[in-house]
Nanobody, 128 residues
Framework: QVQVVESGGGSVQAGGSLRLSCVAS????????MAWFRQVPGREREGVAV?????????ADLVKGRFTISQDSATNKKFLYLQMNSLQPEDTAMYYC????????????????????WGQGTQVTVSS
């Protein structure tokens, strides 16, 4: 089993920055990729950025050039970060971290398929 916990959300003004953190613990040895998703009420959850264990990265078009995903690891833990710059009100959402042990998450990103373990989310609010 894998436990996922996000942190780092908050409220900022437009143009500001935030850094989200995620830690996955437990059976992390076979995690193939980790990703950030976001969701606003009434809309579907959407992929923001994904990174596989080899360091390959994909971003959603809306965040390219503004957001940077990175990762780190320790014994039985994997860390995922999202540096968010030039934040805009449309970036306001609940941000979720998810892990993929199936290997298909990368192929279906920005869809959700393959990502089987999710955190509770961290709220990001950007005011104009």
């Amino acid at each position: 089993q894998v436990q996922v916990v996000e942190s780092g959300g908050g409220s900022v003004q437009a143009g500001g920055s935030l850094r989200l953190s995620c830690v996955a613990s437990g059976y992390t040895f076979n995690i193939r990729s980790m990703a950030w998703f976001r969701q606003v009420p009434g809309r579907e959850r959407e992929g923001v950025a994904v990174m596989d264990t080899y360091g390959k990265i994909r971003y959603a078009d809306l965040v390219k050039g503004r957001f940077t995903i990175s990762q780190d690891s320790a014994t039985n833990k994997k860390f995922l970060y999202l540096q968010m710059n030039s934040l805009q009100p449309e970036d306001t959402a609940m941000y979720y971290c998810a892990t993929d042990r199936s290997g298909v998450g990368w192929d279906y990103f920005p869809g959700l398929r393959g990502f089987g373990h999710w955190g509770q989310g961290t709220q990001v609010t950007v005011s104009s």
